[in-house]
């Protein structure tokens, strides 16, 4: 492990806080890896190596109802684990592990306490919180990127993804096509604001079809400048939007919405 840069695990379920760590920790000697969830924290911390983990006091595996931050630091007694708490006091009636310690959430306590668990130095100026802003869109991939970690079913995978496509574009309705060789056609893999018979017997062709180019030429395309066009579904629809799904360069399917 290099030792001037400091590898730190934050594991939290709350996209505020994961700003507020770095821009409390924006210099270079530091490198942040984050978990979105209990089992993603645990899984990061047994196979990573980390100079310190910082953890979301409220957090806790939402099967077991087992505390996170004991889970955590179970796992290395010699780990120094820092609990984030509102007011800078741990809110369960619990004795904490003599590798933890708790800090208050807010940017100058953080840089204070990591600086003094790592004995390094943590130069920065507080940052004005109402400077920046997060938007809409960094939130909602924020939201997605958590919530997969808490499924491994392949058809809520993709539903999820879908909703939240649906969400940063504001469309009424999204789909995912995903190609079916044999037939020579797109057909429907996941959907939200389709009704399900619809959705059962929905199939496009990879000929002569905007979906189809799309998937052919890896390439959206966005349909709006001509009015309600009518499609598949005998729905009028005021605007069009396909975008290719990418894996490695080669197009593997075609959102629409």
Known sequence: MDTETQQILLVTGDYDIVQQVRQALQADNFAIQTAYSHMDGLYSLENGEFNLVLVEANLVDRRSGEITVMALAQVNANLPVIVLAPNGKFPNKVNLPDNVSVSALNENAIRRNVA??????????????????????????????????????????????????????????????????????????????????????????????????????????????????????????????????????????????
């Open 116 to 257: 003094s668990v790592l004995r390094i130095a943590v130069a920065g100026e507080t940052a004005d919180r109402g400077s920046f802003g997060f938007s809409e869109e960094a939130q909602a991939l924020f939201t997605l990127s958590k919530s997969l970690t808490e499924v491994l079913d392949l058809t809520e995978v993709l539903n999820r993804v879908v909703e939240a496509a649906r969400r940063l574009t504001q469309a009424e309705e999204g789909m995912i096509l995903l190609p079916d060789d044999e037939a020579g056609q797109l057909y429907l893999r996941a959907k939200v604001g389709i009704d399900v018979e619809v959705a059962r017997n929905f199939r496009v062709r990879t000929e002569d079809t905007l979906a189809g180019h799309v998937f052919r030429n890896g390439s959206p395309v966005l349909i709006g400048a001509q009015g309600p066009q009518k499609v598949k579904t005998e729905y009028l629809v005021n605007a069009l939007l396909y975008v290719p799904i990418l894996y490695k360069g080669d197009c593997i399917g075609v959102n629409q919405y």
